[in-house]
């Protein structure tokens, strides 16, 4: 008993992670169309605006990731994507794709290719028992502040002007331009909000590894990438189903795989994965406006 | 007999234009010792983006698992061509067949491409009834996924250790591997399936309405560029002359952001785009590399940034390198634009 409830806090944690990966991608992909790989550098700008900010007080070091990191994010939108917005998907991936080995080699020549440690408060690698069984706090804060991140969101999206444009502006872009949304300012929004999910999942990817590196966005890229197509692009609540759901399934495979199949665990997800999109092509939740008419 | 020969070189034309232009600056780069690497890797990268361009040029789906066909044709041929004695202490748990297995490296290279070839039918048969990002990911996910198994199959790969083959390459062989390749994709290109996947790619809707079908057309493009990038990755294994699996080894993100970067900047849609992009990007990070080795790869990436803004369909678009045309009588065929306008009419709807 106490065994399952650890795994399924580590399943709720490791997806509640995943989540906040694929809605930053997702957000992004229902305004403007674009598959962005340079949000796994977002991640990585977080990762280095730590270790600079490493001896200040926790909160202001916090403050200053997410100051930093949101804005990255729409100097990014503002210099790569802006000139070639409207191209086509392929071309806006392979964009995206550039940017992010751009930043990526910036990061190495900067400061080396190497992993560097990062000084976390000790909360973070605390454990707390309740009865016989022990949580990591790491997992229990990424959950508190992943679900209270998703109550915001949803709360802007439904709730407020700019979410109300947003969403308007994912359904049909046109007539949400006709209808007086400004395009840049929708756009620049999404790319912000998007800054701010990528800081908060950098700073759980710091917390978790207790260094950061050039290649610290590599894996969460992937892994909000596949999310958010699994969840069905274009739909921000299928992202954040598609992120949870596969950090779900991959706990789940890590448990009940043999150990000598473990190296493959993430084969058996990808192999899910392309399953999944054979049965839905458009992913689980098809957003309306992907849905092709002829 | 002279329009015969017209035809014939009119057809020839590109092809050879591109060959002519390798074996140019292959022999001016192999004349010093010190470029004589950097023209070998060039020139198999030449096949791996020919082999890259014949299913994402054709069919302007983006494969994202083509590095995936560059490591199994890279093991296939280390495993085939590795000394005996070699193979016993880098690789001792390999089945004996194989232990004992020493080809030719022509032959080696073309069983790497056949191996490829196998796993592309395999799995292009379910994954090429996607499109768009959706096949992006299907082929990233094969990417990981061959990834993962190489680095960890032991027996058959070394596992995370780094594997190290015979360096048997000449420029004279690399030259003729290269020139099949930019033969066979121009076939290809211009054989009656090559039409068909291009309608598949231009007019999908109206492809489908004339009983063509994407999937069907799509595995043909996929297989038989698996085959030639199966082959070029033995080559570049041969050229590397060691390599390793893994998230920082050989076959992952830098390789196909390399091979794509060459490919988009050159122009996706054109066979002379692929190997003109391969020229101008070889060059390019020699040239920054003699400035200073670490802005190599910031300034590769500056490059693309600056060719997707400013020219989205490449340097060449959907041109073909041929014969000037002061050369070539016109005839009704050249009246005709058949460049899909696609590139022009982009949406303004942002």
Known sequence: MTTIIQNVIDAVSLGSLYALIALGVALVFSVMRLVNFAFGELIMVTGYTMLLTEHFPFAATVLIAIAVTTIVAVLMERTAFRPVRGADPTTLMITSFALSYLLQSLATWTSGPLAKGVEMPGFFTANISIGNVTFSALDLITIAVVATLVCALALLLTRSRYGLEMRAAAEDFKMARLLGVRPNRVIALAFAISGVLACFAGIALVANSGTTSPMIGLQAILVGFVASVVGGLGSVPGAAVGGMALGCVRTALLVTLPAGMRPYTDAFLYTLVVVVLLVRPNGLFPSKSQVARV | MSKTIGKVARYWGPPLGLCGLLVVIAKLGASTPEFEPTTLTMLSTVVLVVGLFVFSGNSGVISFGHVGFVAIGAYT??????????????????????????????????????????????????????????????????????????????????????????????????????????????????????????????????????????????????????????????????????????????????LTFILIAMLVIGGVRSLSGAVLGVIVVTALSELMRRINADLQQVGLAVAMLLVLIGRPAGLLGSKELGWPSWLLRRTPADQLDLTPKKEEELSREY
């Open chain 2, 77 to 254: 041929s280390a495993l085939l061509t590795i000394p005996h004695l070699q193979k016993s202490f880098l690789l001792p748990d390999l089945p004996g067949w194989l232990a004992g297995a020493s080809v030719d490296p022509a032959l080696a290279a073309l069983a790497g491409g056949v191996v490829c070839a196998l796993v592309a039918a395999l799995i292009g048969f379910p994954l090429m009834r996607l499109a768009g990002i959706a096949a992006g990911i299907a082929t990233l996910a094969f990417l990981l996924i061959v990834n993962l198994v190489a680095s960890n199959w032991t027996a058959l790969t070394g596992g995370q250790g780094t594997l190290v083959v015979p360096l048997n390459e000449t420029v004279n062989g690399m030259l003729v591997w290269a020139g099949a390749a930019i033969a066979i994709a121009w076939v290809f290109q211009r054989s009656r399936w090559g039409v068909r996947v291009h309608a598949t790619r231009d007019e999908p809707v109206a492809a489908s309405a004339l009983g063509i079908s994407p999937a069907r057309e799509r595995l043909r493009a996929f297989v038989l560029s698996a085959f030639i990038t199966g082959i070029g990755g033995a080559l570049y294994g041969h050229v590397l002359g060691a390599f390793s699996p893994g998230p920082e080894g050989s076959f992952y993100f830098q």
